[in-house]
C-alpha cells in the first residue's frame, strides 16, 4: 500500500503502524533547508531502530538537492533537475578527487552552450574556465562518451554535444544521476543524522 504524505508527522506514524509498505514524500522542491528539516524528522520515525535501517519504503517526489539525495535511504525519488539544466544550457559535473570522480560532494554546475548569455563572464561558463579546470570537464564528458560539440564562426554545427545541443546536454546529466545511483549504498542504508558539507569543484 502506498499513501502520498505532504506534512502531518503524524499521519506518518500512524500510516507506518497500519501496515504501509510504501510512503510517498512530497512538497519538497524548491522547499530548501525547510524541506530538509522536515525530510529529517520523517526519516528520524522511519528509522528509529537501533540499526537505523527504514522500517518503510519511502519515494520522495521532486528531490532536486544533492544533499538530500544522498543523506536519506530512499526507496526511490523523480526529479525534473537533469532536464530543467540541460535546457538552459548547463551539465552537472562530479568533483575530481585523488584523480578519481566522487559523487559524496554536491556537482558543480557548469553553464556550457554556446548561446548562454555568459559565455563571456570569467569563471562563469565553460569557455571562461582555467584551463586545468576545462580539462576536469572535458575528462568527464569522455567518461560519460558525450561530445563537446563543435560550431564554426558562421554557426553551422560540425558536431553535435553538449556546447549546442541541449539533448545532448540532458543526456550527460541522466548519466550523472545514474552514476550517483550506482555510487550510493545498497538499499536499504542506515540513516544517520549529520551534515554533508560540500567543497569546490576545482578546490
Same mark, same amino acid.
Given at each position: 500500500?502506498?499513501? *502520498?504524505?505532504?506534512? #502531518? ?27 530538509? @528539516?522536515?525530510? @529529517?524528522?520523517? *526519516? ?42 540541460? #535546457? ?14 566522487? *559523487? ?10 554556446? @548561446? ?25 564528458? #569522455? ?58 569543484? *576545482?578546490?
Amino acid at each position: 500500500r502506498f499513501f *502520498f504524505l505532504g506534512g #502531518a508527522l503524524g499521519w506518518l506514524s500512524r500510516y507506518r503502524a497500519g501496515g504501509y509498505v510504501l510512503v510517498g514524500l512530497g512538497g519538497l522542491a524548491g522547499g530548501g533547508g525547510r524541506a530538509s @528539516d522536515w525530510i @529529517d524528522l520523517c *526519516f528520524e520515525l522511519i528509522c528509529d531502530q537501533p540499526s537505523r535501517l527504514p522500517k518503510i519504503r519511502t519515494h520522495g517526489f521532486g528531490v532536486t538537492s544533492h544533499q538530500d539525495l544522498i543523506r536519506y535511504p530512499w526507496w526511490s525519488v523523480d526529479s525534473s533537475t537533469w532536464t530543467k539544466s540541460g #535546457a538552459f544550457g548547463k551539465i552537472s559535473v562530479p568533483r575530481l578527487r585523488g584523480g578519481k570522480f566522487t *559523487f559524496g560532494d554536491a556537482p558543480y554546475l557548469i553553464i556550457i552552450s554556446d @548561446d548562454s548569455p555568459r559565455a563571456k563572464e570569467q569563471g562563469q561558463h565553460y569557455k571562461t574556465l582555467t584551463p586545468p579546470e576545462k580539462r576536469i570537464v572535458d575528462r568527464w564528458l #569522455a567518461e560519460i562518451n558525450i561530445p563537446i560539440g563543435k560550431t564554426a564562426i558562421d554557426g553551422t554545427v560540425e558536431e553535435y554535444g553538449v556546447t549546442n545541443r541541449h539533448s545532448e546536454r540532458k543526456i550527460a546529466n541522466l548519466l550523472f544521476f545514474e552514476k550517483l545511483r550506482a555510487w550510493l549504498p545498497e538499499y536499504p542504508w542506515p540513516f544517520k543524522l549529520e551534515q554533508n558539507k560540500s567543497r569546490g569543484l *576545482f578546490g
